[in-house]
Nanobody
Framework: VQLQASGGGLVQAGGSLRLSCAVS????????MGWFRQAPGKERVFVAG????????SYGDFVKGRFTISRDNAKNMVYLQMNSLKPEDTAVYYC????????????WGQGTQVTVSS
């Protein structure tokens, strides 16, 4: 199983980034998907999640309408569109997959760095 996150980078505050996660080695349409992030010295936290049939999405409280998670079951991809980025959004972002929920992934990707400058 591989989850390959990409799309991170350096962006100014107020800017946007779109993260992508390519998934292989499992039946993608059977897995709930989530994005998480870990800032230096802090615990990994839930950012956003989407259910297998895209009929349920969930977001961390700090997102407040700025981020949108989506998935393409035909391409085995999950995305995180991040707008109005803030310096406190700086972190390594990880995608995760699980058969039962979006909050506790069984499989993890390697992470992609997002840095937001003020």
């Amino acid at each position: 199983v591989q989850l390959q996150a990409s799309g991170g980078g350096l962006v100014q505050a107020g800017g946007s980034l779109r993260l992508s996660c390519a998934v292989s080695g499992l039946t993608f349409s059977a897995y709930h998907m989530g994005w998480f992030r870990q800032a230096p010295g802090k615990e990994r936290v839930f950012v956003a999640g989407v259910s297998v049939r895209v009929n349920f999405t969930s977001y961390g409280d700090f997102v407040k309408g700025r981020f949108t998670i989506s998935r393409d079951n035909a391409k085995n991809m999950v995305y995180l569109q991040m707008n109005s980025l803030k310096p406190e959004d700086t972190a390594v972002y990880y995608c995760g997959a699980d058969r039962t929920n979006v909050w506790t992934p069984h499989y993890w990707g390697q992470g992609t760095q997002v840095t937001v400058s003020s």
